[in-house]
């Protein structure tokens, strides 16, 4: 691993005894969510990893370098601080510019595929907008090309979720129900579409990981939970909201990256803070159950949890 890289100690022990380790994204941190809440859902989801026996590995970029698991200080200091949003093609800037940076999903997928790491927990993934179809998230692009298991709560509707799950299918990406055979819309449990198939454990789910890889299929496996039912808002709800909040960033003429942070601030303001509190209720879950895929994929399984 060259020098753009620090992984912390707690990791690099995990991975060299392969032991389970569960990525985690910071675009989330940087541009999802305001300070100190952010804080407080960084360290809940390296706990709730913790509490289910893998390794928390948050991946986000401090001072120029990628890093692969941060220390509480450093967690804090991401939280914090100004950052880029960063996706694939932003590595290079933020290294450039001594910068600190969020990963994205496709970003963080970059950075933990580098190191060996093969399971990631995220709230929802990016895909195909409505106010212009040509933007097109990375998230999709890595996707593609990335052997990992990737859990989300689905894509939010204010994504064109037809298309999206038409790129999903396009670039040979499983898109697994977890104990569901409807594709999830992140604060919904339901969107009318459905998956290609279907888990009920993570059993099931590791299982299906090592089938996909060993007959040498590149894609990621995008594992899908959809939120707890009591944290839901219903479809009603959150539909107008969030056709709002698109008038709006399309009267602003808002795009590129900061459409989706924009997206997402908007919605929260337009719920007082409802979106939000399902934002973090499922984002615990998927690293809880991240955590116990990444303990089923373990070779080192049974012996012992991580420290
Ligand atoms: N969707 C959410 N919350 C998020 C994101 C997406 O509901 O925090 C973040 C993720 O990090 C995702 C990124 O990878 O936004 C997608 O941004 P873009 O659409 O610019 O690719
Ligand atoms: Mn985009």
Sequence with gaps: MNSHFIIN????????????????????????????????????????????????????????????????DELA?????????????DFAAAIAKKANGGTTVAGTMFAADKVG???FATGGIGGVHKEARFDISPDLQALASTQMIVVCAGAKSILDLPSTLEMLETNGVPVLGYSTDEFPAFFSRQ????TSARADSPQEVADFARAHWEIGMPSAILVCQPIAEKDE??????????????????????????????????VN???????????????????????????????????????
């Design 9 to 72: 100690d707690d990791v690099q022990r995990a991975l060299k005894q392969n032991r389970p380790v569960v990525a985690l994204e910071s675009t989330v941190l940087t541009h999802g969510l305001p300070h100190p809440t952010n804080l407080a859902l960084g360290r809940d989801m390296e706990s709730a990893v913790l509490a289910d026996g893998a390794t928390p590995a948050t991946i986000a970029v401090l001072r120029g370098s990628i890093r692969v698991g941060l220390s509480d």
């Design 77 to 89: 200091e991401i939280a914090q601080a100004r950052a880029m949003k960063i996706s694939r093609r």
């Design 117 to 119: 790491i093969k399971v």
């Design 191 to 194: 969107s009318g579409f459905k």
């Design 233 to 266: 808002i219903p479809r009603e709800e959150i539909d107008p909201v969030e056709e709002q909040a698109s008038h709006e960033a399309q009267e602003k003429r808002i795009g590129g990256q900061a459409l989706t942070p924009f997206l997402l601030q908007r």
């Design 269 to 307: 303001e337009l719920t007082n803070g409802k979106s939000m509190r399902a934002n973090l209720s499922f984002l615990l879950n998927n690293a809880r159950l991240a955590a116990q895929i990444a303990q089923a994929m373990s070779p080192a399984k049974g012996q012992g949890r991580a420290i």
